[in-house]
């Protein structure tokens, strides 16, 4: 069967409710679609999870990272599917969400990657078309106290784009979150799969800057999604050393400069 539109949900142990959400968002649609969860958690307690049919659940414990879990699904997917979406456990939106990116991608053929507009839960935007990373931008981020940050905030408003209007469609960003991917198949097949090698963090910047190499990339605010964001990487040292380690990978690969 081909898919109009595929979705995988990498899983670790995630609040069900939450998780919830994300899956009935991505089912409550009129378009043909299928789901896989891929779950990196220890035990398989979430199995259960959904018994829609067109969820698929894989239990894989070996957690090798974001990235590898969602390139299980990923290898396969331009033969069953037009479009795959990367999908986070703590996304959820409206009915006709998904059928808005559909439509966009079906009117734009030179678009091989399209990001909406994402929204905390009390409605505010988060920011999250970006250019190329730098090492700096990244220290700043992270590591740099809060007070020390103001004196960079020119270069971080560009990074992030809060130079431009979140409100209006802005073509060939460098760099969309890998919290909501919605990805043209056959370009995804040209450009290959997430860097493996990156157990999670920064992946999907390097998979926008390979997919702006052979097609354009969107951001289309004509439709919106709500993400529960929670900066784990903030409040944890070993999630700190995975985006370190992520970067290292990233940096070797496109420039340190």
């Given amino acids: 069967m081909k898919y109009q539109l595929t979705a995988t949900i990498v899983l670790y142990k995630n609040e069900r409710d939450i998780l919830d959400e994300a899956i009935n968002s991505f089912l409550n649609t009129g378009l043909n679609v299928k789901l ?12 259960d999870i959904n018994g829609d049919i067109r969820t698929e659940y894989i239990f894989n414990p070996s957690n090798p990272g974001f990235g590898a879990a969602h390139n299980l699904i990923m290898k396969d997917v331009w033969e069953i599917s037009e479009y795959h979406i990367v999908l986070n ?15 966009f991608m079906e009117a734009n053929k030179n678009v091989g990657h399209v ?24 220290f700043v981020r992270r590591f740099l106290p809060g007070p020390l940050k103001k004196y960079f905030k020119v270069r971080m408003e560009k990074y992030e784009y809060r130079d431009r209007d979140y409100n209006e469609m802005i073509l060939n960003v460098p760099y969309l979150s890998g919290c909501f991917m919605f990805l043209r198949t056959e370009t995804l097949k ?47 040292w070993r999630l700190t050393w995975y985006s370190i380690h992520g970067a290292i990978i990233y940096f070797n690969k496109w420039g340190w400069l």
Avoid: W
Avoid at 37 to 45: E, F, G, I, R
Avoid at 95 to 103: D, I
Avoid at 115 to 138: H, R
Avoid at 194 to 210: G, K, S, V
């Fill in 36 to 47: 896989f969860l891929v779950d990196n958690s220890p035990t398989d307690q979430l199995k």
């Fill in 89 to 103: 456990p703590d996304v959820y939106f409206e009915p006709g969400t998904l059928e808005k990116l559909y439509n």
């Fill in 115 to 138: 990001m909406p507009k994402v929204l905390y839960a009390n409605g505010e935007i988060q920011y999250l078309c970006k250019n190329n990373p730098k090492p700096f931008d990244l």
């Fill in 190 to 236: 040209k450009v290959g799969l997430f860097d493996d090698r990156i157990f999670m963090y920064i992946e999907d910047a390097d998979l926008t800057r390979r997919f702006l190499k052979v097609s354009n990339t969107a951001y289309f605010p004509q439709a919106a999604i709500f993400h529960h964001f929670a900066k784990g990487s903030h409040k944890s």
